[in-house]
């Protein structure tokens, strides 16, 4: 039992000293009112600058694109772009929250993913959404970002 325990915490140890993981400063973001989420984000996957790679490539890069406020509900959600395939987690003011679409992006190779994150409905004032990403397989890079922005 020893020898199994040892082993897991060598295991354990090797992974966090090769994964790596990428933090980006918090830049300011307004807040894009639309009526039709899906839609917004349908036409966005098809002008998305995310190059080909070769299929289930680690995430190397992602970007919070835009923080939009649907005009019917008043619901917040978070757009990401990612490179790569990985583990998708979204956080508002440090709770976490569902992941509402994923989109893929490439042809005739998925290459990316444009993620939606439903952050709901926010008090007006100043919030701070997270996005945090860990890739399926080798090196199981982990990529931060994080983006402050207000609500009317």
């Known amino acids: 039992m ?7 915490t ?4 090797l992974c ?3 994964s790596t993981v990428a933090f980006a400063a918090e830049p300011e973001m ?3 009112e639309v009526s039709d989420i899906q839609k917004y984000v349908s036409e966005m996957a098809g002008e998305a600058g995310i190059e080909p790679r070769e299929p289930a ?3 190397t890069s992602a970007t919070i694109t835009d923080i939009l406020q649907d005009t019917d509900t008043g619901r917040v959600y978070a757009v990401v772009e990612v ?12 709770t976490k929250v569902e992941l ?15 993620y939606i994150f439903d952050c709901g409905v926010l008090s007006s004032g100043s919030h701070t959404f997270r996005y945090s990403g860990t890739s399926y397989n080798r ?3 982990t990529v931060n970002r994080q983006v402050t922005f207000n609500v009317p």
């Not at 020893?2 to 897991?8: E, F, N, P, T």
């Not at 509402?100 to 444009?114: E, L």
Request: glycine share 12%.
């Open 30 to 32: 307004s807040v894009t």
């Open 2 to 8: 020893k020898k199994i325990s040892r082993l897991i």
């Open 139 to 141: 090196p199981w890079n």
């Open 83 to 94: 490179v790569g395939y990985g583990y998708a987690y979204g956080y508002i003011d440090g």
């Open 100 to 114: 509402y679409d994923s989109t893929p992006v490439g042809s005739p190779v998925v290459t990316g993913f444009i």
């Open 16 to 18: 966090m000293v090769f």
């Open 10 to 13: 060598l295991v354990l140890a």
């Open 57 to 59: 490539a680690p995430i």
